[in-house]
């Protein structure tokens, strides 16, 4: 049986934002890559966190975070959003958020009445960080510089 594309259907997930790497980050780019090419012909693979994607850790920028989200989701009622949270959307906002932000330590994420509500926490060298936010479905349409609900 071939797989059933939902309507409407999600998009593919935005690339994240480019930050250019701290000083921490710099260095432990040099160690992985230094570990990296001494494993070169052994059986083995290198894995790390997400420390060169997307925001950093101490600053993430809710507001474009928000809008990517609410993007994939403009087309949905919160009855499609019900529908949808353990079939794919529950999966894809978090693939997405794991993509735009470093060193996710935590999420929780909850369908409320009228949206989704975003808890996470993040963590470098410096401490966590918490964050909260809410994303609303719900068709858009752009008039001049403002978005408003149609």
């Not at 480019?18 to 001494?38: C, H, M, Y």
């Amino acid at each position: 049986m071939a797989d059933i594309t939902r309507f409407p259907p999600l998009p593919a997930i935005p690339n994240p934002p480019v930050t250019d790497p701290d000083k921490r980050q710099r260095t432990f780019q040099r160690i992985v890559g230094n570990l990296t090419a001494q494993l070169t012909g052994a059986d083995a693979q290198v894995g790390t966190a997400n420390t060169t994607r997307g925001y950093r850790a101490s600053a993430v920028d809710l507001g474009a975070l928000q809008e990517m989200l609410g993007r994939a989701i403009e087309r949905f009622d919160m009855t499609q959003v019900r529908e949808r949270w353990d079939e794919d959307l529950f999966a894809w906002m978090r693939g997405a958020i794991f993509v735009w932000i470093q060193r996710c330590k935590m999420l929780q994420m909850t369908v409320e009445d009228r949206g989704i509500r975003i808890v996470l926490e993040t963590q470098d060298d410096h401490g966590y960080y918490h964050y909260e936010f809410d994303v609303f479905p719900g068709v858009r349409e752009r008039r001049g510089d403002r978005d408003s609900d149609v």
